[in-house]
């Protein structure tokens, strides 16, 4: 028997939802985005890949590219019998509304799901009061998703219409009486990474998709990882306190030679940490050597995994640049949000990796509970005087689970609502300032690090291809409109 019919979504979005406006486009020019852009979702790249070789037909569409209509009338074209949709905190009201549109069209006859980082974060209760929402996946999609196209195929023979319970692992749903079943495990996690087969990057056209700036080089660029989940604890992240899986070596190499193949210049490795085996990740770097890979790399590193000849390594093996959770200049504000280390510490480390020829992108958040303006004054001074080639300045943003969110009152003034959770629009502020003074600390931060003549010297030496002549017109464009 044949298998499902399953549309993969990202909802119909814009960068104006979660990016300040000075920060998106310029004024009568839409098409030209300034310091936002748009990778192609991995995960549903993943469930796409294992669907294929179960036997059941995919198509992707991506709502950035989108309006609703066109978003609707394509999927209603595919004649689905699941449609997936991607979710994220600040979309979660379009992941809703999207579903409720296309269970006015569909009704019965297609079962309409949710996944992602905001179902992972929030858990399958996200889905309590939207009955538009059959189903939820917590978890690992590109098993929880098969499974339930597999369930569906063989113990219902296709008939989307006429199923009722839905059992399969990782699986949130709604029983007849509109209770919410929740199906153990929950959530579901793939434990041997290696099990999976690669992304489907046939899905996509890599040439529609340009990274944000400071997260790529060169183009085609796409994204991969060699781990998922996260050993580390800090509060403002939705993905701490996951279980940390592996792929192994010979899995990633083997990926990368298929990438090789498709003429891509640029790869961002999205593991939370690259370095959290220091070991696993020098010998990976010593295969991409011995293979003799022409990549241009980035990826995430942790500053307490900083290690001297992985960062030579790394270098040797076409890593360009790393991106340091750095946070904050100011030692109390680092121990409230668990980083777990010391300004003293940072510094040596971009120092470092400076010194190896790898470009830094560093993070900072401002508005963490308890700090003050003057504090924030502070950290920008910091990140000034670190040898960064990109700096971010985002506002505190707690999540559910988090004690910030869930007892705000304790802390400070927490706007709720799922579309207020983004690390680019102020939604909490601290007693100790008021939401005016977050929103200047963060203009400030921008113009003040990126407006100096030694950095602008620095951005023209690094220039190496066209993209990052590209790439730094576009951030001279949203500092004058700063």
Request: aromatic letters at 10%; hydrophobic letters at 35%.
């Amino acid at each position: 028997m044949s298998g499902l019919k399953v549309v993969l979504v990202v909802p119909n979005y814009s960068f104006e939802d979660i990016y300040p406006d000075y920060q998106v486009s310029l004024p009568l020019f839409d098409s030209i985005k300034l310091v936002p852009g748009a990778t192609h979702p991995l995960g549903i790249s993943y469930i796409a890949s294992v669907l294929k070789k179960r036997g059941h037909s995919v198509e992707f569409i991506d709502g950035v590219f989108e309006d609703r209509k066109s978003l609707i009338d394509k999927i209603q074209g595919e004649n689905p019998d699941i449609v997936g949709i991607q979710s994220v905190s600040p979309l979660w009201d379009r992941v809703v509304s999207l579903s409720r549109d296309l269970k006015d069209i569909f009704g019965s006859d297609v079962l309409v799901g949710v996944g992602g980082s905001h179902v992972n974060t929030v858990g399958g209760s996200c889905i309590e009061e939207h009955s538009c929402i059959d189903f939820a996946a917590v978890g690992d999609g590109d098993v929880i998703i098969p499974d339930l196209c597999d369930f569906i195929t063989t113990e219902h023979e296709k008939n989307v219409s006429e199923v009722g319970e839905l059992d399969v692992g990782g699986i949130v749903y709604r029983n007849d009486e509109g209770e919410l079943v929740y199906n153990d495990p929950v959530p579901r996690f793939v434990e041997d990474l290696d099990t999976l087969p690669f992304p489907d990057r046939e899905i996509i056209d890599l040439d529609d998709y340009c990274p944000s700036i400071g997260f790529y080089r060169d183009r085609p660029s796409t994204n991969m990882v060699t781990t998922r989940g996260c050993m580390m604890s800090c509060n403002f992240c939705h993905s701490s306190d996951l279980p940390l899986r592996k792929r192994s070596i010979d899995d990633v190499i083997e990926e990368l030679r298929e990438i090789e193949k498709m003429d891509v210049k640029d790869i961002l490795i999205y593991d939370q940490d690259f370095g959290a085996d220091v070991e696993r990740a020098k010998k990976i770097c010593k295969k991409i050597i011995e293979e003799g890979f022409d990549f241009y790399i980035g990826c995430n590193l942790r500053i307490n995994s900083f290690d001297q000849e992985l960062i030579e390594l790394m270098k040797k093996a076409g890593f360009w640049r790393v991106f340091y959770g750095i946070e904050s200049g100011v030692q109390k504000n680092l121990d409230r949000v668990n980083k777990g280390t010391t300004l003293e510490n940072i510094r040596r480390v971009v120092e470092k990796t400076d010194e190896a020829g790898i470009q830094v992108f560093g993070s900072f958040i401002l508005g963490i509970p308890g700090e003050t303006f003057e504090e924030g004054l502070k950290t920008i001074e910091f990140a000034k005087n670190l040898p960064l080639s990109f700096a971010k300045f985002v506002p505190y943003s707690p999540w559910p689970g988090n004690d910030v969110y869930e007892n705000p009152q304790k802390y400070g003034h927490l706007e709720k609502g799922f579309e207020k959770m983004s690390m680019n629009r102020v939604n909490f502020v601290p007693h100790s300032m008021e939401k005016g003074d977050v929103e200047t600390l963060l203009r400030k931060g921008f113009k003040e690090f990126y407006i100096r003549p030694t950095y602008i010297w620095r951005r023209i030496k690094s220039i190496r291809t066209f993209e990052d002549f590209k790439q730094n017109i576009r951030g001279f464009v949203s500092f004058i409109r700063s």
